[in-house]
């Protein structure tokens, strides 16, 4: 069946650093790829998505780009800030279901 | 705006209790979700309804049980909590289905089954 993997946390950064967490996919057919944020305390929040090979996710300042040949959509931030740190969940649906799969998760500590 | 609405937040059983867990939206969506969250393993879906008067099984349904009693209102009863059943749990909303369905969170509900 279909399933998303992710590198594992924790990613701790100090301020301004460059950010790369891995996600990659097991899926049939085309998927549509997303990033949910999960703030302390708070529900998952979409962070961006992508419906098609090639294309590329954006929203504030976080990046991702759908590779159907590697099947992967990286999460990348060029400088990230403190208020960065949470939990980031990448995810995918495929047509024909009602279900939404998530990765386990990467937690992500920002020092100042 | 409140969107997606959960009570209580935080919630102790003791094994073999019932309790019912809320969740209510206004943002008019018909498609509802129960996820539960662990460590180590993302999340994991429940029991969803596509629209009111329909529910279906997840992933892990044993031991759960839900109600979708209106458009706005979707929940989910542990009728003999065990600890395997200790959590974080969330009711999402979607704003429709296919596969550029977007998803939205309450902030979640903390059972703990002793």
């Known amino acids: 069946g279909d399933s998303v993997t992710q590198m594992e946390g924790p990613v701790t950064l100090s301020e301004e650093a460059f950010l790369t967490i891995n996600c990659t996919y097991t899926?049939?057919?085309?998927?549509?790829l997303f990033w949910y944020v999960q703030y302390p305390g708070e529900g998952l929040q979409l962070l961006l998505k992508?419906?098609?090979?090639?294309d590329k996710g954006s929203n504030k300042g976080f990046e991702a780009t759908y590779r159907k040949e590697t099947t992967s959509f990286h999460l990348e931030k060029g400088s990230v800030q403190v208020s960065d740190s949470a939990v980031y969940f990448c995810?995918?649906?495929?047509?024909?279901?009602?279900?939404?799969?998530f990765g386990a998760g990467t937690r992500l500590f920002v020092k100042a | 705006n409140a969107g997606v609405t959960q009570t209580p937040k935080f919630q102790v059983l003791k094994t073999g209790q019932s309790m019912t867990l809320q969740c209510a939206q206004d943002m008019n969506h018909n498609s509802m979700y129960w996820y539960r969250q662990d460590p180590g393993m993302g999340l994991r879906l429940i029991y969803y309804s596509a629209s009111e008067g329909t529910t279906d099984k997840g992933e892990v349904p044993n031991g759960y049980n839900v109600s979708r009693l209106n458009k706005r209102e979707f929940s989910l009863r542990l009728e003999s909590a065990a600890p395997s059943q200790t959590s974080v749990y969330f009711c999402?909303?979607?704003?429709?289905?296919?596969?550029?369905?977007?998803?939205?969170f309450g902030s979640g509900t903390q059972l703990s089954v002793l």
């Open positions: 899926a049939t057919g085309y998927p549509s």
């Open positions: 999402a909303t979607s704003d429709g289905g296919g596969t550029n369905e977007k998803l939205f």
């Open positions: 992508a419906t098609k090979a090639d």
């Open positions: 995810a995918l649906k495929n047509t024909g279901g009602f279900k939404t799969i």
